[in-house]
C-alpha cells in the first residue's frame, strides 16, 4: 500500500460522513450547522505543508464548509456537486494532476463514480459496503472521528514526511 499512497499529490475529501460524521443539523432558522474533528484538520494542514494539494467534492452546500476549508487553507472546493465524476474532470483541468496521482475519500454511492476513478481510494470505518468494497485504504476510524486524520497520516508516512511533519512540533 505504501506506493500508491507515495504518488498522490491531490487528497480529495467528501464532507458528509468523511469531514463531519454524516449527521446535519439544522437551526429553526433553516441553516446547517456541522462539526469538524479537529484532529482532522490539522492532519490536512501537515499534509498540505508538505506539499500535497488538498480538494473538497461535495453534494451539499454549506457556509460552515466554506468557513472550515478558509480556516484550513483550502481553495479547491466543489460544493453542490450531483456528478463527482464530472467534477473529477474539472479538477484535473484545473490542476493539471492526473487522476491516477489523486486520492479520494468518500463513504456512500453518491462518492464511488469519482472514487473508482483516482489512483488510490480511502473509506472511513463507518462507509458503506459497497464503498469499503472498491477502496484501497478503510480507515479504522469514523467519518468525523478521525478518519482523515489517519489518511493524513498515511500518507505522510508512506511519503518519508510523517517525522518531519511531527518535528514541527516539538522543542
Known sequence: ???????????????????????????????????????????????????????????????????????????????????????????VSKTQISASHMGFAGDDLIDLPAMTRVGTCFAPSDAVAEVKARSDYICCHPGGRGAVREICEAILKARGQWEAAVSGFLP
Open 1 to 91: 500500500m505504501q506506493a500508491p499512497l507515495k504518488q498522490i499529490q491531490l487528497l480529495l475529501l467528501d464532507v458528509d460522513g468523511v469531514l463531519t460524521d454524516g449527521q446535519i443539523t439544522y437551526t429553526d432558522s433553516g441553516e446547517q450547522v456541522k462539526s469538524f474533528y479537529s484532529k482532522d484538520g490539522l492532519g490536512l494542514r501537515m499534509l498540505m505543508d508538505a506539499g500535497v494539494q488538498v480538494g473538497i467534492v461535495t453534494g451539499r452546500t454549506s457556509k460552515a464548509l466554506i468557513h472550515r476549508c478558509h480556516n484550513l487553507g483550502i481553495d479547491l472546493i466543489f460544493d453542490g456537486i450531483k456528478d463527482k465524476s464530472r467534477a473529477l474532470d474539472q479538477i
